[in-house]
């Protein structure tokens, strides 16, 4: 399956701090996408990084890629409580299809 | 930024009916609209393909005529529900892209079927 595996599926922490999720992959890719999901909402995007890409900041968001270990990170620095979503990795292949992973769940407690 | 609508937001219908979900893009032709299904707790996944004018293409395992898609214009796609069952209630989200490839999201529709 191409489906990205996501790392942690629920992630606990207080504002301020730093969350950080993980996304594994199989196949080759063009580039993988970060989406965020509040509950019961459509999805929001949040950053692109592309295969030849290594590393892409947008505001507190850092992401990072690896294609040797078909893997990428997504870090929030200085969370908010409004930062509590789920959050899903996406990769396109090719023909224009994403593939979602699992989600990482994220609490930001105040 | 583009913009993607779908209508219903919600809708609850009866075991055995069919449901009609609009997906539209209101500030740029989409040439492919996407369909994903997402059950609670889980991911997005894939159903359908759909380019305008053409017929869908459906995911391994979604049944193309339960699940009808029609994309006659560049900014309106349509997913029927067909004879619909409990176990199809779910939240239904459309995407749609340009000819820039970049998909927009819809913000989904949740169906519950009684």
């Known amino acids: 399956s191409q489906q990205g595996e996501e790392d942690p599926q629920a992630l606990s922490i207080q504002e301020g701090e730093n969350a950080t999720m993980n996304c594994s992959y199989k196949?080759?890719?063009?580039?993988l996408q970060w989406y965020r999901q509040n509950s019961g909402r459509g999805l929001v995007h949040l950053i692109l990084i592309r295969s030849n890409e290594r590393e892409k900041h947008s505001g507190r968001l850092r992401v990072t890629l690896d294609t040797s270990k078909k893997s990428s990170s997504l870090l929030i620095t200085a969370s908010r409580a409004a930062d509590t979503a789920s959050y899903f990795c996406a990769i396109e292949a090719a023909g224009n299809k994403l593939t979602f992973g699992g989600g990482t769940r994220v609490l930001v407690k105040p | 930024g583009a913009v993607v609508s779908q209508h219903p937001s919600w809708v609850i219908c009866k075991s055995g009916t069919s449901v009609k979900i609009e997906c539209r893009s209101l500030d740029f032709q989409a040439t492919t609209m996407f369909w994903y299904r997402q059950f609670p707790k889980q991911s997005l996944m894939l159903m359908a393909t759909?380019?305008?004018?053409?017929?869908?293409?459906?995911e391994q395992g979604v049944e193309k005529d339960k699940f009808l898609i029609n994309h006659a214009s560049l900014t309106l796609s349509t997913l029927t529900v067909t004879s619909a069952h409990p176990e199809d209630s779910s939240f239904y989200i459309c995407?749609?892209?340009?000819?820039?490839?970049?998909?927009?999201f819809g913000p989904g529709t949740r169906l519950t079927v009684t």
């Open positions: 759909s380019n305008e004018g053409s017929k869908a293409t459906y």
């Open positions: 995407s749609a892209s340009g000819l820039g490839y970049e998909q927009y």
């Open positions: 196949t080759s890719i063009n580039n």
